[in-house]
């Protein structure tokens, strides 16, 4: 059938199609080294520094066995930020999630960390309903929110970049956005981690952008203000 079809098409219709793939085909490989070289130039920045370390709540939502679920936990349990703690949480008791959470803060006694039952959602996502619950009963002491996907990498840093100069300058809140790496050099999985890694590349000064709900951080004044919990 699909031989037929070409057969009978004109000459330069085909020639168009063709050159057309060709185009897309080189878009993406260039497409694909400049998301590598951003990649690359994010990672030799030097993390913020500052005087003042706000006391932050990280919240991070659990479901299920992810993968390298153990070593995302781990990993938010070891960050370079010395005034913060965490809470894990989950729909109910019988995730098989809590026993890696609960040996994670067990081998992190040094950070805070708490495991949360929120219990079923009724007139929302689950997601959401975790987030409500992990934030309904707030410490004083508690300046900024940060919250976080647990199938996430994190380095050590990560805390910093998320709440660097929040609380100041008229900046309220921060979002990251998610960096897909490859485990394998198929094709396919290269193209799709380009494609997908191409937004992160148009994030920058200016302009409005959307918080994207992986990775973000908000002062406790303007989640208040802003009523997010309702």
Not at 12 to 17: H, K, L, P, T
Not at 23 to 36: G, K, P, Q, S, T
Not at 155 to 180: C, F, V
């Amino acid at each position: 059938m699909l031989t037929t079809l070409l057969t009978s098409l004109p000459l330069i219709v085909v020639i168009a199609c063709a050159s057309a793939a060709m185009l897309y085909a080189c878009v993406y490989l260039v497409l694909f080294a400049e998301n590598r070289r951003y990649w690359q130039a994010r990672f030799r920045q030097m993390a913020p520094t500052s005087d003042e370390y706000p006391r932050c709540l990280l919240v991070v939502p659990c479901k299920g066995l992810e993968h390298g679920l153990r070593d995302n936990l781990a990993g938010l349990l070891r960050q370079d930020y010395p005034n913060y703690e965490v809470t894990f949480v989950v729909e109910d008791g019988r995730d098989p999630a809590i026993p890696i959470i609960r040996e994670v803060i067990r081998e992190h006694r040094f950070v805070t960390a708490r495991l949360l039952i929120a219990g079923r959602a009724d007139v929302s996502g689950q997601k959401v309903h975790n987030l409500q619950a992990a934030t309904s009963d707030l410490k004083p002491e508690i300046e900024i929110l940060v919250f976080a996907d647990s199938d996430a990498g994190t380095k050590n840093t990560w805390l910093r970049w998320m709440t660097g100069g929040i609380g100041r300058e008229r900046l309220g809140a921060r979002t990251g956005y998610r960096w897909m790496t490859p485990l394998d050099k198929r094709v396919p999985t290269l193209i799709g981690c380009s494609i997908n890694n191409a937004v992160a590349s148009m994030f920058g000064n200016g302009g409005h952008f959307l918080v994207w709900g992986g990775a973000w951080a908000i002062h406790r004044r303007v989640f208040d203000a802003a009523s997010l919990r309702e």
